[in-house]
């Protein structure tokens, strides 16, 4: 029993100097995958985040969805349709996607406040923080966007002492159309905008591997240059070239370090942010 709570004493301690570091800061959280979709996952990632705005920082929160919309598109006879990742989005199903979306975020935001900490869903009924416009190939994607801007005034307002603000990856054209629009490009443009201290991307991966069947050899930290010579080694492909990306975009927009961790792993957030080895992979803009 003792011993327990020396264990536990440390780790308060170990956390310590990461919590006056970050204190005050804004911390912009790209959450999907396993993490949202199981349920005892996805307590112990927003008791992460609550934790978080009690001790001083600022999570702003972005979710994605894609699990529960190709769901709801099964249930209606949709059609679900992917294009180098990203899905085809129609008028009709637009409307879809709108409202999974909405009844995500405001599942999250009951979720917090049932943990004690409060909560802001942005960007549902009134869409006032992303701006976008169609896709360079909007003829094979229909309705998905690219990030024009971000209404910051709208997130900072939300962005109040242990309040977490939670935004749906929809944006609006200046055509009033809705545009289906990438969590984690929505993500690092959010960081950019709002001069972010860190971007964590949560995933269903430990992180970055040299070897992708073997998790003993992920790679805690890498730099911008790092991450762009494993792409032309073809040992970083597939779906995690989009996360890195969002993350160097993120670098080059000024937020300090970026991260992409297991969200599967219990308080993985709280393991990679306040502990000296952390758990995920860091991708900063120089080593």
Request: include cysteine.
């Amino acid at each position: 029993m003792m011993e327990d709570a020396i264990r536990k004493s440390d780790v308060l301690i170990e956390a310590l100097p990461y919590i006056k570091l970050y204190s005050g800061k804004i911390f912009v959280i790209k959450y999907g995958g396993s993490a949202l979709v199981n349920p005892d996952i996805k307590r112990e990632v927003l008791q992460d985040i609550v934790f978080m705005s009690y001790v001083g920082i600022r999570p702003v929160l972005i979710h994605g969805g894609g699990p529960f919309i190709n769901n709801e598109f099964k249930k209606l006879g949709m059609k679900i349709e992917f294009k180098d990742g990203l899905r085809v989005t129609t008028r009709e199903s637009m409307v879809v996607v709108d409202r999974v979306l909405a009844e995500i975020n405001r599942g999250i935001a009951r979720d917090i406040k049932d943990l004690g900490g409060r909560a802001v869903s942005l960007n549902i009924e009134k869409k006032d923080v992303i701006y976008a416009g169609p896709h360079k190939d909007k003829t094979k994607l229909g309705l998905v966007g690219q990030v024009e801007s971000i209404k910051t005034d709208t997130i900072r307002k939300a962005v109040r002492p242990r309040s977490v603000p939670i935004i749906s990856p929809v944006g609006i054209g200046q055509d009033k159309a809705l545009y289906n629009v990438n969590a984690d490009d929505v993500s690092s443009e959010i960081a950019v905008a709002l001069k972010a201290a860190k971007l964590v991307l949560l995933t269903d991966v430990k992180g970055i591997m040299r070897n992708k069947s073997k998790e003993d050899t992920l790679i805690p930290t890498l730099s911008m240059k790092d991450t762009q010579m494993l792409i032309d080694k073809n040992i970083i492909q597939g779906g995690m070239i989009p996360k890195v990306k969002a993350c160097i975009k993120a670098l080059d927009g000024g937020v300090s370090k970026t991260h992409i961790i297991d969200g599967r792993i219990p308080h993985s957030l709280l393991l990679e942010i306040f502990t000296d080895k952390g758990i995920g992979t860091e991708i900063l803009k120089a080593r």
